[in-house]
Nanobody, 118 residues
Framework: QVQVVESGGGLVQAGDSLRLSCAFFGRTFSMYVMGWFRQAPGKERELVAQITSGGSTSEADSVKGRFTLSRDNAGNVVYLQMNSLKPEDTAVYYC????????????WGQGTQVTVSS
């Protein structure tokens, strides 16, 4: 059974940086696409960025140029580097995994809170 565990959230000021980590357990990491989602109060959950097993990434327009997603296939970890944070980035951030053969993210972490003050 796949398990993903996030860490690294916190309270920062606008313009600061944070790095979120997501540890992956249970199956062959290279067989999974990894994604970061976020959900702000009163809003729907949105995909922030995702990365294939080969390292190809895609990001939401709202974070392009500020957030960078990377993965360490040897360590089974995914990192979301968030720079130039804005108050509108405040949300619960979730790490998720999907098998490369599927389109749905089936495995989710518990979420980590990121709060950006102005």
């Amino acid at each position: 059974q796949v398990q993903v565990v996030e860490s690294g959230g916190g309270l920062v000021q606008a313009g600061d940086s944070l790095r979120l980590s997501c540890a992956f357990f249970g199956r062959t990491f290279s067989m999974y696409v990894m994604g970061w989602f976020r959900q702000a109060p009163g809003k729907e959950r949105e995909l922030v960025a995702q990365i294939t097993s080969g390292g190809s990434t895609s990001e939401a327009d709202s974070v392009k140029g500020r957030f960078t997603l990377s993965r360490d296939n040897a360590g089974n970890v995914v990192y979301l580097q968030m720079n130039s944070l804005k108050p509108e980035d405040t949300a619960v951030y979730y790490c998720a995994a999907r098998d490369i053969r599927t389109t749905n993210y089936d495995y989710w972490g518990q979420g980590t809170q990121v709060t950006v003050s102005s």
